[in-house]
């Protein structure tokens, strides 16, 4: 079948680094992608990975292992207003996007 | 415009009746997705159009959801005999390519 998973919450100090994991499961696998969405917001994109390995962006990286079915958001020096849920979706070659349920990041003093 | 529309931003409706929802997306983008959102949950998929194929239903909830798009641009998402578990945020997506998807601002619905 197809599904996402990753962890529900993720809590963190301002300055610090976080990881998010994202297992997926998928035919016709093509990319991931990470999106953040602040509480009342629209989701916006942060990063896409169609290639096995890390792209950085700033203070965000994301990673992924296509023989792993796996990957990864990097929040570097954490700050106040990462605060937001995350979301791993993945892209098939028929070009459709699929969300996880999301991870609620809580950034704290 | 530069980015996704949708109208109206909030629709107050009452058990019964039936609501549209429309999308404008961004121009040339040949993906057009609707997702909904319940408080606090995840983006749950409910029809994907890409270009001029068939598009993908899976996701509608129930015969009551229907979705069309027009000359390959404009959507419109119907929810027929509305009921009160359809209370959401119902979130327009256009994509150009597979890696980005730009969202609109949503469609906030609250069934009464």
Same mark, same amino acid.
Request: aromatic residues 12%; contains cysteine.
């Given at each position: ?88 979706? /993945? ?19 | ?62 015969? #009551?959801?229907?979705?069309? #798009? ?19 945020? /119902? ?10 998807? /730009? ?10």
């Amino acid at each position: 079948g197809q599904s996402l998973e990753q962890p529900s919450e993720v809590t963190a100090v301002e300055g610090a680094i976080v990881q998010i994991n994202c297992t997926y499961q998928t035919s016709g696998f093509y990319g991931l992608s990470w999106y953040q969405q602040h509480d009342g917001g629209a989701p916006t994109f942060l990063s896409y990975n169609a290639l096995d390995g890390l792209e950085e962006t700033g203070r965000f990286s994301s990673f992924l292992s296509r023989s792993d079915s796996y990957g990864y958001l990097l929040l570097q020096e954490l700050q106040m207003k990462d605060s937001a849920s995350y979301f791993c979706t /993945y892209n098939t070659n028929a070009g459709k996007s699929t969300f996880g349920d999301g991870t609620t990041l809580t950034v704290k003093p | 415009g530069a980015g996704v529309s949708q109208s109206p931003s909030n629709k107050v409706t009452e058990k019964g009746k039936d609501v549209e929802l429309r999308c404008d997306p961004i121009s040339g983008h040949t993906a057009l997705y609707w997702y909904r959102q319940s408080l606090g949950q995840g983006l749950e998929f409910l029809i994907y159009f890409q270009g001029n194929s068939a598009p993908d239903k899976s996701g509608l909830p129930s015969d #009551r959801f229907s979705a069309e #798009r027009t000359g390959g641009s404009v959507s419109t998402l119907t929810i027929q005999r509305t009921q009160q578990e359809d209370s959401a945020v /119902y979130l327009c997506a256009s994509s150009l390519d597979l890696g980005t998807i /730009y969202f609109g601002e949503g469609s906030w619905l609250t069934v009464v």
